[in-house]
């Protein structure tokens, strides 16, 4: 069948070579993280918090490009779990504050070795073009 549009053809799309590329990443991740019982989101929230140790709901969904409709049942399980607390700001009621917990903090011994075994993994690109793409990647964002 004749394509009419080709702007809708699959393989046009910039986004779905992303977004695959995306799926294929959160994967790698999964057999280190479920036995830590972790999805990959939990694991870039606290990668943050692993960073800062306090960070308020707005600025951790701008570091991590997501909305508080995704963090916040997130934070909540977390806090949950004794992994963070969550407190409004004295300054800003409106503000919510996460802090690490020393269970949390206590996770990071865990997941220390994650990044050096998905490099075991190899990649197909070489050290040059990951640099590349790591560069396009954030330029990408930040457009």
């Given amino acids: 069948m004749a394509q009419e549009y080709e702007q809708l053809l ?4 910039l ?3 992303m977004y ?11 057999p280190f993280l479920k036995p830590l019982g972790l999805t990959y989101t939990q694991y870039v929230v606290f ?22 409709g995704t963090l916040t049942p997130l934070l909540k399980n977390l806090e949950k779990e004794g992994y963070v607390t969550r407190e409004r700001s004295k300054e800003d009621e409106r503000v919510t504050l996460i802090s690490i ?4 903090n206590d996770l990071k011994e865990k997941c220390k070795d994650i990044p050096g075994e ?3 993994q190899g990649s197909p690109l070489s050290e040059k ?15």
């Avoid at 699959?10 to 799309?13: D, E, G, P, S, V």
């Fill in 10 to 13: 699959l393989k046009n799309q």
């Fill in 15 to 17: 986004c779905f070579p």
């Fill in 20 to 30: 695959a590329c995306g799926r294929k990443i959160v994967a790698a991740y999964t």
């Fill in 47 to 68: 990668m943050v918090l692993w960073e800062l140790e306090n960070v308020s709901v707005g600025q951790l969904g701008s570091i991590l490009h997501l909305d508080a």
């Fill in 101 to 104: 917990t020393k269970k949390g």
């Fill in 118 to 120: 998905l490099a075991k």
């Fill in 129 to 143: 073009e990951s640099v590349q793409l790591y560069k396009l990647l954030y330029k990408f964002l930040e457009g």
